[in-house]
């Protein structure tokens, strides 16, 4: 920190570091104004227009084109790592090895053993090392995860999960690293690992997993001419390369509190964009969220009269977590989205920096690690025809 302020930087300018990069431009609106400053330093990305478009459109001070400048840079205090999968291990070591406070996008790495290393890298640093599951920051999904903990649901007894996207449906989409690194690190890495980590949020410790199944519907794609970003069109060499990893993947599991979860990840679903869904039961009621309708969720329960007892849409309003003081409007039925979870996320991860409570703290890097051990077991559970894998 310098002069009661935190200066950032965001090392990848793609999709999703762009979310990044404008999650902390709102961050400084939020929840008051006894924080710390936030200094919107610097954008970083090997492709200089990217990195320059990306800095220019979100009021960063400066673009940089390798992530070793911002290691070295003494005005920069928190960092967002939003870059391929198997980059993130040396470039999270080497800011950490800096000095700086790491916020690493999801999943924490490209492999166990270099999640492994990152974790062990966190522990020996002086920094904050958290990774990047947005979705926890959903005011919906936190109220669920409140009314559950209060036991108004009662004991749950089966969480069904479903991340639908369309992303690669489109045959002629070229290859990039998403396509590549083996079984379990396709959809079910990609889109799964949120699905996964909302489950453990709201209903408990997976223990083991079973019945995992992945199909592969795409199996070439063509080779794109340079880097592509996000899930964009891009010329083609007009070779192609073989997909190696899973367009589909599902599985069951079982949790601590001794209930099943059913659970499915797909990248090639007609017309679901963004298709992140969950229902969780209980004894006493049940309750949902889907991301499309991001700012209501769903609701039953026994303690009213069963005459007008149902299924009740639930709009988000002050009441509920993260809406006062957390929207320029924050009334309710104003609506949210995704927006809003990384503005929440990259808020929570400065106060943490800081010193401050209030925000739930993000989830640090053993927890990236369980995340990948999970999704490891999954993969080991569709490689030996579905058997049960303990976590």
Request: glycine share 12%.
């Amino acid at each position: 920190m310098t002069e009661n302020s935190l200066g950032v930087a965001v090392i990848g300018g793609g999709m999703a570091g762009r979310a990044h990069a404008a999650g902390y431009r709102m961050a400084s609106t939020l929840f008051g104004t006894d924080r710390p400053d936030v200094r919107l330093v610097a954008i970083a990305d090997t492709n200089k227009g990217v990195a320059d478009d990306t800095a220019k459109r979100y009021g960063y001070e400066r673009a940089e084109y390798s992530w070793q400048a911002i290691a070295e840079a003494q005005d920069i205090d928190v960092v967002s790592v939003v870059v391929a999968n198997h980059l993130h291990r040396e470039i999270v070591e080497g800011l950490l090895a800096a000095g700086k406070n790491v916020l690493c996008e999801k999943p924490l790495a490209g492999s166990l053993a270099d999640a492994e290393s990152m974790v062990a890298a966190a522990a020996a640093s002086s920094g904050i090392a958290s990774v990047g599951y947005t979705y926890r920051r959903s005011p919906a999904v936190q109220a669920i995860a409140d009314e559950l903990a209060a036991g108004r649901l009662g004991e749950i007894v089966h969480f069904d999960g479903r991340y639908r996207a369309d992303y690669s449906l489109d045959p002629t989409g070229p290859i990039t690293w998403r396509y590549r690194g083996g079984q379990g690190t396709g959809a079910l890495a990609d889109v799964g690992s949120h699905l996964i980590d909302l489950a453990e949020y709201v209903a408990g410790p997976i223990v083991e997993v079973r019945g995992a199944q992945f199909s592969t519907v795409i199996t070439e794609r063509p080779v794109p001419v340079g880097v592509t970003y996000g899930h964009t069109k891009a010329a083609t060499t007009g070779e192609t390369a073989p997909v190696e990893n899973e367009d589909i993947a599902t599985f069951t599991a079982q949790f601590a509190g001794g209930f099943v979860g059913t659970f499915s990840a797909s990248r090639v679903s007609h017309a679901n964009p963004d298709g992140l869904s969950f229902d969780v039961f209980g004894t006493r009621g049940s309750a949902s969220w889907a991301l499309e309708r991001a700012a209501e969720f769903h609701i039953s329960t026994t303690d009213i009269d069963e005459t007008v007892n149902g299924r009740r849409q639930v709009i988000i309003g002050p009441q509920h977590p993260y809406i006062q003081g957390g929207l320029p409007m924050d009334a309710g039925g104003v609506g949210h989205g995704k927006a809003e979870f990384f503005a929440y996320q990259a808020r929570a991860f400065l106060d943490q920096v800081a010193g401050l409570t209030g925000l739930p703290p993000l989830p640090d890097f053993a927890h990236g690690l369980r995340g990948m051990q999970i999704v490891a077991a999954i993969a080991e559970s569709a490689a030996a025809n579905g058997t049960a894998v303990k976590i």
